[in-house]
């Protein structure tokens, strides 16, 4: 995949988001569906990415944990918050990165391989972030928020499959994103216009960000990899929308 072919498919995740977001009750238990999906597809492409030298464990590892993440903020008892779940699955990704060395029959580039995963197993989990963003904000009502910041990162990565170079198709796809999350916040929610734009700022530069770190990589361009390439700016806004959730009153 080149460019041109990997954001549109960050771009139509982020827009699966948005629609799981709208669709009620059940909308928690679809956006752990796709964010199942995202933790599958980081886990494929993830050791090709980074070039690791064990890919087989590797993929088991980041891949397993973001579904498990997904699976403990939906099935974790009460007296478990689903953010001490993520906190708990985290660590166990890092006690398993570790495992997965200290089982492998070679032993080169043992740093390489360990902190990679482990940057992986982070990648991940953190995706759950959207589930925790999406229950609460159908509990309080405003699930526009979580539509909103995924239209604009679907917005972002939709613009930077633009022919264009590097810096001017940043800033652009920055800005459109940040208009796109601005409208459907202010609209949906009623946010007030400058906030809706902080955030949509916000979402636009982060999902752009970790786009152009992990298109940065050597073998970024080829089919596997650009599988991470797409699903890893998804994965990590969801940080994004679960602050704005909590934050906003």
Avoid: Y
Wanted: aromatic fraction near 2%; include cysteine.
């Amino acid at each position: 995949m080149t460019v041109p072919e990997r954001a549109p498919l960050g771009a139509a995740l982020a827009l699966l988001l948005a629609v799981v977001s709208l669709t009620g009750p059940l909308s928690p238990l679809l956006m752990a569906a796709s964010v199942a999906l995202l933790a599958l597809l980081i886990g494929i492409a993830w050791p090709e990415l980074l070039e690791l030298p064990s890919p087989g464990g590797t993929r088991v590892v980041v891949a397993g944990i973001g579904i498990l993440g997904a699976l403990v903020t939906v099935l974790a008892p009460e007296r478990i918050t689903p953010i001490t779940g993520v906190v708990m699955v985290c660590a166990t990704g890092v006690f398993a990165a570790f495992v997965h060395e200290m089982v492998r029959p070679e032993r080169r580039d043992l740093t390489a391989s360990l902190t990679g995963t482990v940057a992986g197993v982070f990648v991940a989990a953190i995706a759950a972030c959207w589930i925790i963003a999406q229950s609460a904000a159908v509990a309080a009502g405003s699930t526009g928020v979580v539509t909103s910041i995924a239209a604009g990162l679907a917005a972002t990565l939709l613009v930077n499959s633009a022919p264009l170079p590097s810096l001017p198709r940043f800033v652009l796809s920055a800005l459109i994103g940040a208009g796109v999350t601005m409208a459907l916040a202010a609209t949906l929610v009623g946010l007030w216009p400058a906030l809706a734009a902080g955030i949509g700022l916000v979402t636009a530069i982060g999902g752009g960000c970790a786009h152009l770190l992990t298109g940065s990589s050597l073998v970024a361009k080829e089919p596997v990899p650009s599988l991470a390439v797409a699903a890893v700016p998804v994965a990590t806004v969801g940080v994004v929308a679960h602050l704005v959730v909590v934050l906003l009153p």
